[in-house]
């Protein structure tokens, strides 16, 4: 795990066409190493396509595509083209999304049980990635996925003999299978140090021990929301937490989650930020979030306390991913946090002074 130099990575905001490149440059620049593209407004991987044109060293992911509502096939030759165009800077970063999402919103018509779904969609992909190019039978028979592919052969040989795949989950179910098939596990916003070191640990060890691979062998990168004050003084600091408020206030509505808020004894808050939210009351939501919350959830605060909570992170894991504060906040407030962290990120990297 993480000892002495600091890695980090980040999601690339919606800015439009010319943010977009813009912000992957300043990524770039600042020192993350993967800059991910979430799927929700947009694609996730046609703005990569774009920002591989505009950089160099950057690794690029997919962060997360869906993966239940594309053909494994479909996300293979994504993954291909992509790792093509990047010259082999890509990561297929896969998560499941909620199954009201999946039915609802994709159409997706047997979502089943998302673990065993994700280790046939990952073992498939994989398999397809390694093959099609061959012009070799390919077959794959699963609960979820069965594939049959003759006469089929992709002209262009791979950019890479292998593409690293990414998971995304913090239950134990999916961790553990991540560690199975999986080359990296990408967290969520909604986590704590306790969660990782008493579930997602213990269960990323027994998945890579079924294995045959050691954690040497994996890459462990938890997501955290950090909303750096503009100065020490108290007014900017309480203005930095109420901004953090607002990711623990959003997933506060998902119930997902409620095995980790129940762990830390937070159901009854997260019950009152669901009353606001059905009220349509945003300012109720961010005030039933307690102050405790913001410290066990967010990294929020003076550039000391943020470096410090940053640091006891690290010693978890790989490769931290940041972002700041989004939810129901102003686009300017949004870009001024994000460009404290990247100013943060270039200093504890290397790249400018602090």
Not at 245 to 257: D, L, P, Q, S, W
Request: aromatic share 10%; proline share 6%; glycine share 8%.
């Amino acid at each position: 795990m993480a000892a002495g130099k600091w890695r980090f990575s980040t999601q690339l905001g919606d800015t439009g066409k010319a943010g977009l490149l813009a912000e992957a440059h300043a990524i770039e620049e600042a020192g993350f190493e993967t800059a991910w593209t979430p799927e929700l407004y947009r694609s996730t991987f046609v703005p990569l396509a774009a920002v591989a044109t505009q950089t160099s060293r950057l690794q690029l992911g997919s962060g997360i595509a869906l993966a239940f509502t594309r053909s494994p096939l479909i996300l293979a030759l994504s993954a291909l083209d992509m790792d093509e165009f990047s010259e082999g800077r890509f990561v297929l970063g896969l998560g499941t999304g909620v199954k009201r999402l999946n039915e609802n919103w994709h159409n997706v018509l047997n979502y089943g049980q998302p673990a065993p779904h994700m280790r046939e969609t990952v073992e498939a992909v994989r398999l397809l990635m390694s093959k099609v190019h061959t012009g070799e039978p390919i077959s794959y028979k699963g609960e979820y996925i069965n594939l049959d592919i003759k006469g089929f052969q992709r002209p262009f040989p791979p950019f890479r003999p292998k593409i690293p795949i990414y998971m995304a989950g913090i239950q134990e179910k999916m961790v553990e299978v991540a560690g199975q098939v999986a080359d990296g596990l990408l967290g969520h916003p909604i986590c704590t140090p306790r969660w990782i070191k008493e579930v997602i640990l213990p269960h990323l060890a027994a998945g890579l021990e079924k294995s045959g691979r050691s954690r040497s062998d994996f890459m462990y990168s938890p997501s955290v929301t950090v909303a750096l004050a503009a100065s020490d003084s108290p007014a900017d600091i309480a203005e930095a937490r109420r901004a953090a408020r607002t990711t623990i206030a959003f997933y506060g509505t998902v119930k997902t989650y409620d095995p980790i808020w129940e762990m830390h004894g937070f159901q009854a808050p997260i019950n009152q930020v669901r009353r606001a939210f059905i009220r349509n009351d945003h300012t109720a939501m961010l005030d039933a979030v307690t102050d405790e919350m913001v410290d066990v959830f967010t990294i929020a605060g003076t550039k000391d306390t943020v470096i410090k909570r940053l640091a006891e992170l690290q010693g978890l894991c790989e490769v931290i991913w940041t972002g700041g504060p989004t939810y129901y906040l102003p686009l300017e407030q949004v870009a001024t946090y994000r460009q404290r962290l990247f100013e943060l990120v270039a200093g504890l990297t290397g790249k400018k002074v602090l």
